[in-house]
Nanobody
Framework: QVQLVESGGGLVQPGGSLRLSCAVS????????MGWYRQAPGKERELVAR???????NYVDSVKGRFTISRDNAKNTVYLQMNSLKPEDTAAYYC???????????????WGQGTQVTVSS
């Protein structure tokens, strides 16, 4: 069984910073790409940032220059450093991992439970 557990969300003022973490555990053989998505009320879930196993990254245009995604392969953990936060960044943030589960014997897309980020004065 595979679990993704996020942490680091909360309430922050505009211009502030937060760091999200997502630890992957369980019957993992290999993790390929990892990413962060977000979903605001009444909107569709969108990709925020993604990082491959080799460290290549891509970002949605609205966060470029403000957010940084990174990963620690030894800890099976992905991070999202969020700086210069804006009210429009308010959303539930979800961790995603494309990985091979050796118990299920297949690759799959796995999701965390989500962590709320609220940017407000």
């Amino acid at each position: 069984q595979v679990q993704l557990v996020e942490s680091g969300g909360g309430l922050v003022q505009p211009g502030g910073s937060l760091r999200l973490s997502c630890a992957v555990s369980g019957s993992i053989f290999r993790i390929n790409a990892m990413g962060w998505y977000r979903q605001a009320p009444g909107k569709e879930r969108e990709l925020v940032a993604r990082i491959t196993s080799g460290g290549s990254t891509n970002y949605v245009d609205s966060v470029k220059g403000r957010f940084t995604i990174s990963r620690d392969n030894a800890k099976n953990t992905v991070y999202l450093q969020m700086n210069s936060l804006k009210p429009e960044d308010t959303a539930a943030y979800y961790c995603n991992a494309d990985l091979y589960d050796y118990r299920a014997k297949n690759y799959g897309d796995y999701w965390g439970q989500g962590t709320q980020v609220t940017v407000s004065s």
